[in-house]
């Protein structure tokens, strides 16, 4: 007789909690569902979300999966947890400080971090597509570049000085040449009118001799 009373009284707290249940939602109502997209760049930092509602509520339990490069080679879905260390020192989880919230930051990305990861929260999946890019760095002047840059100007500034002193070089040079050549037509002018000069005087002195008078 206790045994069956026993029985019922099982039989009544299974049906409670099955009514409790369907009535009362998990503790943990996940935010979101369904499929995301993100995209980041190799070296820096993604964050995986996944969350309940209520981000104090606690998870009775909740797991990571993922096919990414790194962590899967048949490209089926693997618990990231049980191969850490892949991921060691690069993986950090918020619940400890808030319950509800199991978002994955994945740091130093490369691009073997590229792939779809799944939160598995409660009865709800959430996927999460990471696509990695490489991010192409500027790359800093060299110092030999740095010299040409400085250099390029005092350069053409120097050529443009050469060129301008050539120039009046050249015209100072044309300047005397002409010079010299007005002055040789001066000498030569004068000279013509001396041998001119002298001639008309000659001339002169011989006509005055010519014309004297027969008795002196």
């Known amino acids: 007789m206790a045994y069956i009373k026993m ?20 503790a943990c109502t996940p935010s979101d569902s369904g499929v995301t997209k993100i995209t980041a760049f190799s070296g820096e930092s993604v964050l995986l979300p996944c969350t309940c509602t ?12 993922t096919k990414s490069r790194r962590a899967s080679k048949d490209g089926i879905y693997i618990d990231i947890f049980s191969v850490f260390e892949l ?19 994945l740091s130093d990305l490369t691009e073997d971090d590229q792939g779809s990861y799944v939160c598995l929260l409660e009865k709800t999946s959430r996927f999460i597509d990471v696509f990695i ?15 040409v840059l400085i250099s390029v100007p005092f350069l053409v500034i120097g ?6 002193c050539i120039h009046r070089a050249h015209k100072k040079a044309r300047m005397e040449t002409g010079k010299i050549n ?25 006509g005055t001799i010519g014309d004297r008078p027969k008795d002196q």
């Open 133 to 147: 890019k490489k991010r192409i760095e500027s790359t800093p002047l060299s110092e030999t570049s740095l010299s």
């Open 182 to 206: 007005v002055e040789n037509n001066l000498d030569d002018h004068n000279s013509t009118y001396g041998i001119l000069q002298r001639k008309y005087d000659a001339e002169e002195m011989y």
């Open 54 to 65: 209520n981000t104090q509520d606690k998870p009775k339990s909740f797991f990571w999966e």
């Open 87 to 105: 991921y060691r020192n690069r993986i950090t989880l918020f619940n400890q400080t808030s319950p509800g919230n199991v978002s994955l930051l």
């Open 159 to 164: 050529g443009a000085a050469v060129i301008y």
């Open 7 to 26: 029985w019922i009284f099982l039989n009544i707290l299974s049906s409670l909690h099955y009514f409790i249940t369907d009535v009362f939602p998990s």
